[in-house]
């Protein structure tokens, strides 16, 4: 019996390191790497050490509401994205609180202000500790409930 746990094709998910509490992410088995939007990406040198500076817009549909956030730099890497377009990206290594788990994993920032979703969380940061659902949604997590009007 599998103590995996399941993950819908979408879930809400939080970065703790990075100050966001919570942002939709789609579950994308075809990426490798997970991807975070980011904009105003600066990098600088702290303590010897490379990080860089961003700003996210975490509310889907929102470009007023935004959180700025540092961290070290782990990496630069070339990503296809799913259109074949090449980008070179920051990678940080950050903290991913997914229902009552927090993992770690990887994680490229690059600008997705027109994409659906602010996040896509990709398999490496998922296979040792998830199964994904693709026709289910927030298994792990709920969306914010909507208040109903009464007539």
Do not use: C
């Amino acid at each position: 019996m599998s103590t995996k746990k399941p993950l819908g094709w979408r879930e809400w998910i939080g970065f703790p390191d990075l100050n966001i509490t919570r942002v939709k992410a789609k579950i994308d088995t075809g990426a490798r790497t997970s991807a975070l939007h980011a904009f105003r990406v600066e990098p600088f040198i702290r303590d010897e050490q490379q990080w860089v500076r961003f700003a996210i817009h975490p509310i889907q549909g929102d470009t007023e509401t935004v959180v700025e956030s540092e961290a070290p730099v782990k990496d630069q890497r070339v990503v296809r994205d799913s259109g074949g377009h090449e980008e070179m990206r920051y990678v940080i290594e950050t903290a991913i609180s997914i229902g009552e788990d927090t993992i770690q994993a990887e994680v490229t920032l690059t600008d997705r202000d027109s994409m659906l979703f602010r996040v896509l969380l990709g398999r490496t940061a998922l296979r040792a500790n998830y199964v994904i659902h693709p026709g289910k949604s927030y298994l792990q997590s709920k969306p914010k409930s909507k208040i109903k009007r009464e007539a």
